[in-house]
């Protein structure tokens, strides 16, 4: 007992004051990459390198399209290191959970020199458009009064649907003492008839389709569903097969998706905060705002 | 045993010559691996003999090879602690009859592994025990997803009937507790079905494969580059152990060696991720007999470890850091030196949190002879790593086949016979300190060179294994290169896959409420084993 004692004043206050003080994010993690799409010559050597097709080029004619997903990224880097022009910097940024699927997609398209190197940028479209464009007024007062009811206190049932367990290793870290979650009125429990909030994990295999759809019911309403991980929004690097159906929203509709592989415990805070309301999204159209690129 | 003894024993080529079995063909293919092949006829007794003297059957699996016009083969990989060299032993299935012998009946060990070849490949392993589907859930179509005419983005229509059909819980006051897929805690999916006598279990069934993703298949479609990817998302805590398993095939395959100093950064990361998870084991597992604040200690010194690993590869699970031909970015001497400084606060704060853990005597009483596993069932059973040294099991790849810079850092594996949740937890104490001598090692001899070579692009039809022992086991990876780059075939052996039935058998008369403590002393990867 003494020892235990000793130890807890000996260690003092380990909890981190992020989202109400800024996060102290080590020099050498990996963000989001950052594209310089008015200046970028040559998109090829990226999306070659690129492991999930997170950069993807379409050629036509005389014309390029390239399609950035940052739901299909897994921060990686080896996009940064392939082009050798400056065009595509890794950022510290982390923050990059939102509320609509398009909002992680930007399409650039750009003319052509005969020499296949990208002449000019004509045009740049960072976002989808989406159905629930129409539907903005009335989802926002939905969403206000869920935010209203669910907003001081929330518990999360984690359901894994098939993931590789890193995400799961990064939602755990959440209840320790570090990022402790129940100082924000949050808590993991072990039904989802006790839930708010599903935090799902993916990509969704055949065999968690039908558990998943289960949880999604045995949830009273209102409830949220935060798909987490490059495989939770769209299947990853595994992709859609015989065994995957691919994201989470394939199966149940989806509030906010938090990218990553597998995002940190920070990021994770962001979107479960941008879900309640209790935080503003930072990705606006396809485009990360935050903090300068270190390198 | 010690490494001069092991030296001293026999070698593969003289339990060649003495075990009397005919082998097709025998080559020594590289350092790391002998290449044989043998009569289907012989498969039984092949392995009968190899057993008897002393080799271990690591790993079976199938290929198909009708784009090259020969059917399928069988592998089976064998171990010895005699020789530094991994032995594959093939046979070919004539294909008019696509059935294979079964050797699961005198070797248990390989039970899922003969199955998994069922489902995938379409193959009957005759004579097997239970030759039940495993690999695919009873409700999936008559399908063969590894198969080279099966292809990969199939839409299988939707599943109907039971998942599995378990055994009956009968018997006046026996019931069942059927739990998961979806579990109560933030852990993976899978099916528990307990049959309970009061409080005590009776026996517990299986079901595994919900997180079946298909990894094996999935690989043939990738570029090695991009593989190495994959590779590291099959199991999320093993990701640098499974990646490096990966590229040390490509290497072999290319009969590469990597630079000094990648070898030495590679053990570095390998003992980090093995560091992080033992600690957060240990921690979990003082959770699950309700001492909280021992966890809160250990969560924290694994956060401690995660931030090295940020600083040293900026990702907090080691994900791409390696790289086929060595490590991806060098360090520069200021993370060198966070990392020094950061393990030199973790050891005296670890040796802390032990203090606390071993001060506590109720916590002793609900470790000690808890999850029993026996040394015997352990070794028929072919259990790996931390479970199987907590059972006698005197084998760790590190020692017996080193590979980065392992073959500097001679050590004593430890090893304990009780087999109880305390020595799985002992075990990774133990293992914890090793770790942190081993990467001191590796700081102080961190001398310059280059961290990458090059790997010249791989003609088709190289063959080669990779092996690593992550913080959980043995990780295998086998690979066939392909055309343009691909692989043809990667099989991918993670230590869970042999250690499931391991924990069946450490349950059995223990309490339900003893079940997750239990679970956690063997902390089984779901995704590595359904993959």
């Given at each position: 007992?003494?020892?235990?004692?000793?130890?807890?004043?000996?260690?003092?206050?380990?909890?981190?004051?992020?989202?109400?003080?800024?996060?102290?994010?080590?020099?050498?993690?990996?963000?989001?990459?950052?594209?310089?799409?008015?200046?970028?010559?040559?998109?090829?050597?990226?999306?070659?390198?690129?492991?999930?097709?997170?950069?993807?080029?379409?050629?036509?004619?005389?014309?390029?399209?390239v399609?950035?997903?940052?739901?299909?990224?897994?921060?990686?880097?080896?996009?940064a290191?392939?082009?050798?022009?400056?065009?595509?910097?890794?950022?510290?940024?982390?923050e990059?959970?939102?509320?609509?699927?398009g909002?992680?997609?930007?399409?650039?398209?750009?003319?052509?020199?005969?020499?296949?190197?990208?002449?000019?940028?004509?045009?740049?479209?960072?976002?989808?458009?989406s159905?629930?464009?129409?539907?903005?007024?009335?989802?926002?007062?939905?969403?206000?009064?869920?935010?209203?009811?669910?907003?001081?206190?929330?518990?999360?049932?984690?359901?894994?649907?098939?993931?590789?367990?890193?995400c799961?290793?990064?939602?755990?870290?959440l209840?320790?003492?570090?990022?402790?979650?129940?100082?924000?009125?949050?808590?993991?429990?072990?039904?989802?008839?006790?839930?708010?909030?599903?935090?799902?994990?993916?990509?969704?295999?055949?065999?968690?389709e039908?558990?998943?759809?289960?949880?999604?019911?045995?949830?009273?309403?209102?409830?949220?569903?935060?798909?987490?991980?490059a495989?939770?929004i769209?299947?990853?690097?595994f992709?859609?097969?015989?065994?995957?159906?691919?994201?989470?929203?394939?199966?149940?509709?989806?509030?906010?998706?938090?990218?990553?592989?597998?995002?940190?415990?920070?990021?994770?805070?962001?979107?479960?905060?941008?879900?309640?309301?209790?935080?503003?999204?930072r990705?606006?159209?396809g485009?990360s705002?935050?903090?300068?690129?270190?390198? | 045993m010690?490494?001069?003894?092991l030296?001293?024993?026999?070698?593969?080529?003289?339990?060649?010559?003495?075990?009397?079995?005919?082998?097709?063909?025998?080559?020594?293919?590289?350092?790391?691996e002998?290449?044989?092949?043998?009569?289907?006829?012989?498969?039984?007794?092949?392995?009968?003999?190899?057993?008897?003297?002393?080799?271990?059957?690591?790993?079976?699996?199938?290929?198909?090879?009708?784009?090259?016009?020969?059917?399928?083969?069988?592998?089976?990989?064998f171990?010895?602690?005699?020789d530094?060299?991994?032995?594959?032993?093939?046979?070919?299935?004539?294909?008019?009859?696509?059935?294979?012998?079964?050797?699961?009946?005198?070797v248990?060990?390989?039970?899922?592994q003969?199955?998994?070849?069922?489902?995938?490949?379409g193959?009957v392993?005759?004579?097997?025990?239970?030759?039940?589907?495993v690999a695919?859930?009873?409700?999936?179509?008559?399908?063969?997803?590894?198969r080279?005419?099966?292809?990969?983005?199939?839409?299988?229509?939707?599943?109907?009937?039971?998942q599995?059909?378990?055994r009956?819980?009968?018997?006046?006051?026996?019931?069942?507790?059927?739990?998961?897929?979806?579990?109560?805690?933030?852990?993976?999916?899978?099916?528990?079905?307990?049959?309970?006598?009061?409080?005590?279990?009776?026996?517990?069934?299986?079901?595994m494969?919900?997180?079946?993703?298909?990894?094996?298949?999935?690989?043939?479609?990738?570029?090695?580059?991009?593989a190495?990817?994959?590779?590291?998302?099959?199991?999320?805590?093993?990701?640098?152990?499974?990646?490096?398993?990966?590229?040390?095939?490509?290497?072999?395959?290319?009969?590469?060696?990597?630079?000094?100093?990648?070898?030495?950064?590679?053990?570095?990361?390998?003992?980090?991720?093995?560091?992080?998870?033992?600690?957060g084991?240990?921690?979990?597992?003082?959770?699950?007999?309700?001492f909280?604040?021992a966890?809160?200690?250990?969560?924290?010194?694994?956060e401690?470890?995660?931030s090295?690993?940020?600083?040293?590869?900026?990702?907090r699970?080691?994900?791409?850091?390696?790289?086929?031909?060595?490590?991806?970015?060098?360090?520069?001497?200021?993370?060198?030196?966070?990392?020094?400084?950061?393990?030199?606060?973790?050891?005296?704060?670890?040796?802390?949190?032990?203090?606390?853990?071993?001060?506590?005597?109720?916590?002793?009483d609900?470790l000690?002879?808890?999850?029993?596993?026996?040394?015997?069932?352990?070794?028929?059973?072919?259990i790996?790593?931390?479970?199987?040294?907590?059972?006698?099991?005197?084998?760790?790849?590190r020692?017996?086949?080193?590979?980065?810079?392992?073959?500097?850092?001679?050590?004593?594996?430890?090893?304990?016979?009780?087999g109880?949740?305390?020595?799985?937890?002992?075990?990774?104490?133990?293992?914890?300190?090793?770790?942190?001598?081993?990467?001191?090692?590796?700081?102080?001899?961190?001398?310059?060179?280059?961290?990458c070579?090059?790997?010249?692009?791989?003609?088709?039809?190289?063959?080669?294994?990779?092996a690593v022992?992550?913080?959980?086991?043995?990780?295998?990876?086998?690979?066939?290169?392909?055309?343009h780059?691909?692989?043809?075939?990667?099989?991918?052996k993670?230590?869970?896959?042999?250690?499931?039935?391991?924990?069946?058998?450490?349950?059995?008369g223990?309490?339900?409420?003893?079940?997750?403590?239990?679970?956690?002393?063997?902390n089984?990867s779901?995704?590595?084993?359904?993959?």
């Open positions: 007992m003494f020892h235990i004692f000793k130890k807890a004043a000996q260690t003092r206050l380990v909890t981190i004051g992020y989202p109400q003080e800024p996060a102290r994010i080590p020099g050498h993690f990996r963000g989001a990459p950052r594209f310089e799409f008015s200046g970028w010559r040559d998109a090829r050597p990226a999306a070659d390198a690129c492991p999930t097709g997170a950069i993807a080029i379409e050629k036509s004619a005389e014309r390029r399209r399609t950035i997903d940052y739901g299909l990224c897994i921060y990686c880097g080896q996009c290191e392939a082009d050798r022009s400056g065009a595509v910097k890794i950022t510290r940024d982390f990059l959970a939102v509320r609509e699927r909002d992680l997609i930007t399409i650039a398209e750009y003319l052509l020199e005969p020499d296949g190197m990208q002449k000019t940028l004509a045009s740049l479209h960072k976002g989808l458009p159905e629930n464009d129409l539907l903005e007024p009335l989802e926002h007062k939905v969403q206000e009064r869920i935010h209203k009811i669910l907003g001081r206190s929330l518990a999360i049932r984690e359901v894994d649907a098939g993931s590789c367990n890193g799961e290793i990064e939602i755990g870290a209840n320790n003492p570090v990022y402790d979650l129940e100082r924000l009125g949050i808590h993991f429990v072990a039904s989802p008839r006790h839930a708010d909030m599903l935090l799902v994990t993916g990509p969704v295999t055949r065999n968690m039908l558990a998943l759809a289960k949880t999604y019911r045995a949830t009273p309403e209102p409830k949220l569903v935060v798909a987490v991980g495989c939770g769209s299947g990853g690097i992709g859609r097969n015989y065994a995957t159906v691919g994201g989470v929203d394939t199966v149940v509709p989806v509030d906010v998706f938090i990218p990553g592989c597998p995002p940190r415990p920070h990021a994770l805070l962001h979107g479960i905060l941008l879900a309640l309301g209790r935080m503003e999204q990705v606006t159209k485009h705002a935050s903090s300068e690129p270190f390198r | 010690t490494l001069p003894s030296l001293s024993a026999l070698q593969f080529d003289e339990v060649r010559q003495r075990c009397g079995i005919v082998f097709v063909e025998w080559r020594v293919a590289n350092d790391a002998i290449h044989a092949e043998v009569a289907i006829d012989d498969v039984r007794p092949m392995v009968a003999a190899l057993i008897e003297y002393g080799c271990r059957l690591a790993a079976v699996f199938a290929e198909d090879r009708s784009n090259a016009d020969s059917g399928f083969l069988i592998y089976y990989v171990e010895s602690l005699r530094q060299r991994f032995l594959l032993v093939r046979t070919s299935i004539p294909l008019n009859s696509p059935a294979f012998p079964s050797v699961a009946a005198e248990p060990a390989v039970n899922w003969e199955r998994e070849i069922q489902d995938w490949f193959l392993a005759e004579g097997h025990p239970n030759p039940r589907r695919l859930h009873d409700n999936w179509p008559e399908i063969h997803p590894l080279k005419d099966f292809p990969i983005d199939t839409v299988l229509p939707p599943f109907e009937g039971e599995h059909v378990y009956p819980t009968l018997g006046e006051g026996v019931f069942q507790i059927p739990v998961g897929p979806v579990h109560a805690g933030i852990i993976e999916p899978g099916h528990f079905n307990f049959a309970v006598a009061g409080e005590p279990i009776l026996y517990l069934q299986l079901r494969f919900y997180t079946h993703k298909g990894i094996e298949k999935r690989f043939e479609q990738l570029p090695i580059n991009r190495v990817y994959l590779a590291e998302s099959i199991s999320g805590d093993s990701s640098f152990s499974h990646g490096t398993a990966f590229c040390q095939a490509i290497e072999r395959a290319a009969g590469v060696e990597i630079p000094t100093r990648a070898k030495r950064m590679r053990t570095v990361l390998l003992e980090l991720e093995r560091l992080y998870n033992h600690v084991d240990i921690g979990a597992i003082a959770t699950d007999v309700g909280g604040v966890n809160a200690h250990a969560s924290r010194l694994r401690l470890i995660l090295v690993n940020e600083e040293l590869s900026g990702s699970l080691l994900r791409g850091v390696v790289c086929p031909g060595g490590v991806r970015h060098d360090w520069e001497p200021q993370q060198v030196e966070y990392c020094a400084e950061a393990l030199g606060r973790f050891e005296w704060e670890f040796a802390d949190l032990m203090q606390i853990i071993d001060g506590s005597d109720s916590t002793r609900r000690e002879r808890t999850g029993f596993l026996d040394p015997q069932k352990a070794r028929d059973l072919g790996v790593g931390v479970a199987g040294r907590a059972s006698g099991i005197d084998r760790d790849l020692r017996d086949h080193p590979y980065a810079a392992y073959d500097e850092v001679p050590f004593e594996v430890p090893v304990y016979q009780e109880d949740v305390l020595r799985r937890m002992r075990v990774r104490v133990d293992e914890t300190l090793l770790s942190l001598w081993i990467i001191r090692e590796m700081l102080t001899k961190l001398i310059p060179g280059p961290h070579v090059a790997i010249p692009p791989l003609p088709p039809d190289c063959v080669a294994i990779g022992e992550g913080w959980r086991g043995e990780i295998l990876h086998w690979i066939r290169t392909g055309s780059g691909r692989l043809e075939r990667c099989k991918i993670d230590p869970s896959l042999n250690n499931w039935p391991a924990l069946v058998e450490a349950v059995q223990n309490i339900v409420p003893d079940f997750p403590v239990i679970n956690k002393s063997f089984l779901y995704s590595g084993t359904d993959r």
